[in-house]
C-alpha cells in the first residue's frame, strides 16, 4: 500500500530501467480485456435504444485494455521499478491445493463418466488443515494434527449441530453400514466425540515424549503438542 | 422530532427482545474473537461469520450480523494497538499512537479511550442514522434510474480517489470488477454471459465466494511472503479505565472525531477509510505540542478510532435509504440481506420497519455491549494475539472452506475461493487492490439494470443522464473529482496522506 506510492516516487531517480512489476501489471490487463472481450463477443451488441446482452462486457473489456496503454508507458520511465519483486510458489499451491482436496472430498461431486466419493468433514477438515499448513515453512506435523483434532469436532458441533447447516460428517459407507441405525445428530456427535479423544491423546503423547527429549537433551524445549 | 423517538422507540423494543439481544451479545463476541486475529479484517471476518446467521430470522441475523461487524472492527483496533498490526486501512492510524501508548505500560487506556470513543461515537452515529434515515429515503424514492446510476458513478469515483496507490490500477480494479458482475445470465435478455458452459456460473458468481477469497484466501498468501515478525507487547496492560485528566484531554477529540468520521462515513465510495486519517491530522494540527503525536498522544487514540467507529456506522446511511453500498463491508451486508431475502434500499424502512429500526437500535446496544464485554476479556485476546501464524492460518482456511460450502452446500465454491484467493494474491502482487474490485462487482450489477432501463425510458438518448438536474450534477462531481485526483499536485498530496 504504501510501498506503492514509496515506490513510485523513489524510482523517479532511476529513469530508463523498465519495471517489471509494471510491466507484468499491463500484461495482467491487456490478457482479462482479451479475455472478456473473446468470452463476450457472440453476444449481442445491441442498440442504445435497447442495450443488448453484449453491450457492456465488450465495452468494459475495452476500456480495461485501454488502462493498460499508460501503465505501459508508466512502466518504461521505471515507475515502481526499485522494489523487490519476489515469487515463492509454495504458499499458493498448497493452500489452493488444501482448499481443492476439501472441495473434493466433503461431498461427492460428479463429473462426465466418474465421480468423487463422499467422506465428509471428518476426513475434508483434517485434510485441508493439514495440506494447508505445510504453506508455512514454519509447519510441524504433530501441532497440526492435534489443532485438526479438536477443530474439527468444534466445527461438526457448532455448524451441523447447533446451526443445522447440511454438512456431510463422515464418508458415506460408514454411516449407512456401521452406524445403520444411527441420526444423523448421533452420529455426527459420535464422530465428534471420537476425535476429541484422539486428540486428547495425542496431546497427552506428545506432552510424554517432548518431556523425555527435553529431560534428556535441552531442558527448555517447548511442547509439541 | 416525535416521529424519530417512536421509531427509536419500536426499535428499542425489537432489539431489547432477549433473543436478540442474545444474539447481538454473540455477534460482538465472535466478532471480536475472529477480527483480533491479526491480519483478518472486518471483511473476512464476516464472510468467514456469515453462514452462523444463516438459520435465523431475518432481523435477528441482521442484528448478529452487524454486531459481527462493530465486534470486528473493535477486535481489528485491539490488535493495532497491542501487536502493531492494523486489520484494514483504517486501523493504520491507531497503530501510530496506540501501540505507542502500549509500549509504555498504557495498553488498558489506550484500549479503554477507543472503547470509549468508540461508544460515543457509536452513539451519535446511531441518532444521526435515525434522523437521516427519513429524509434520505424520501430523496431515493424521487431518484430515477438515470439518477441512481450518476450515484454510483460517483461512488465509484470516491473510490477511485480514496484507494491506496495508483489511481489507474484503481479504475481499471473498478471495471474488473464489473465485468466480473456481468458473468452469468443476462436477467433482461436470459442470454448466458461468458460462462464458459458451466452451470454454477449461470447465476453469476457469488459474492461472498469472491470476498473470502479475495480478502481471506488471499490475505492467507499475502501473510505467508512475510517473515512473521509480531511484537505483542510484553509490557503489562494496565488499568483499563483512563483517569479524570485522561478523560479530560480525549473529550474534544473524541467528540471532532465523531463528526468528521460521520460525514465522511456517509460519502459513498468508502468515504469511511478517509475519518481515521483526517482525525488524525486534525489533532495533530490543533495540538499545543505537535511532537507529541507519534509516541503515544491519547488524542492520537481518541480521534481517530472515535471517527472510526462513527464513520462505520454511518456507512450503513447509503445502504439502508438508496439501497447502495458504499464500501465492501456494506457489499457483504448486502449479500447478507440478499440471502435472508431483503432487498436493501428505501422500501425496507416502510416494508419491514421492525427489522430497519430493529437493526438501527441493535447497533447502539452493540457499541454499549462491546465497551462492557471487551474491557474484562482483554487478556484472553491477549493470549488469543499470541498463537503462532502457523497453526491460525491453516484454522481460518478450513472455517473459510466450511463456511463458504454451508451457503449453498456446493464443493466447487469452495474450490472457487482457492483460485479467487490466488488471483487477488497475484493482483496484489502487481499493485492492484482487491477493494474497489470487490465495489465495482456489487455495484456493476445495479449500475447495468439503471443504465439500460435508464436508455430504456429515454428511448436510447444518452441525454437523459444530464437532462436531470440530480444526475448531471453528480456526474458533474464525478467528473471534477477524477480531474483533480489527476491533477499533479494533488496527486503529490494524496501519496502523502497515504505514505503517512
Known sequence: MTNVARGTVGSRKQVGAVSPKELGAAAILIALAVLGFALSSELPRGTLRSVGAGMLPQALSILLGLCAIPILLGARRGDGGS?????????????????????????????????????????????????GGYASPDVQLRPLVTLALFLTPFSLVLFGDLLNLPIPIMPRYVQEVLLAGWSYRGALRLAAALMVGVGVLVLFTGRRASAKTSSTKTPNATAGG | MFDLIGNLGLGLAVAFSLKNLVLCLTGCLVGTLVGILPGVGPIATISMLLPITFGLDPVGALIMLAGIYYGAQYGGSTTAILVNIPGEATAVVTTLDGHQMARRGRAG?????????????????????????????????????????????????FAV????????????????????????????TGEARMTLGMDFLADGIDFAVLAMGVFGVAEILRNLDNVETRDVVKQAIGRLLPGREEMR????????????????????????????????????KLA????????????GVAGPESANNAGAQTSFIPLLTLGIPPNAVMALMVGAMTIHGIVPGPLVMTNSPDLFWGMIASMWIGNLMLLIINLPMIGLWVKLLKVPYHLMFPAILMFCSIGIFSINSEPVQVLLIGLFGFAGYLLAKFGFEPAPMLLGFVLGRLMEENFRRALLVSRGDMATFIESPISAGLLAIAVIMLVVVLLPSFRRGREDVFAE
Open chain 1, 83 to 131: 522494489e523487490e519483486f519476489t515469487f515463492s510458489l509454495r504458499g499458493p499451491f498448497l493452500v489452493l491445493s488444501a482448499t481443492a482436496l476439501f472441495a473434493l472430498t466433503i461431498k461427492s461431486s460428479h463429473f462426465d463418466g466418474w465421480s468423487t466419493p463422499e467422506l465428509g468433514l471428518v476426513v475434508a477438515g483434517p485434510l485441508a488443515i493439514i495440506v
Open chain 2, 109 to 157: 487506556v489506550a484500549l479503554g479511550i477507543a472503547a470509549i470513543g468508540s461508544f460515543i461515537a457509536g452513539t451519535f452515529a446511531t441518532l444521526l442514522i435515525a434522523a437521516l434515515a427519513k429524509p434520505l429515503t424520501s430523496l431515493a424514492l424521487v431518484f430515477g434510474p438515470a439518477e441512481y446510476f450518476s450515484l454510483m458513478v460517483m461512488g465509484l469515483v
Open chain 2, 161 to 188: 480517489v480514496l484507494a491506496h496507490g495508483s489511481i489507474l490500477k484503481a479504475i481499471a480494479m473498478i471495471l474488473f470488477g464489473i465485468l466480473l458482475s456481468t458473468v452469468g445470465i443476462d436477467l433482461e
Open chain 2, 249 to 284: 484531554q480525549s473529550a474534544a477529540p473524541i467528540a471532532r472525531g465523531t463528526i468528521i468520521g460521520a460525514i465522511l462515513g456517509i460519502l459513498p465510495g468508502n468515504g469511511a477509510v478517509l475519518g481515521p486519517f483526517a482525525a488524525y491530522s486534525l489533532e495533530k
Open chain 2, 288 to 299: 499545543k505540542d505537535p511532537s507529541r503525536f507519534g509516541k503515544g498522544a491519547i488524542e
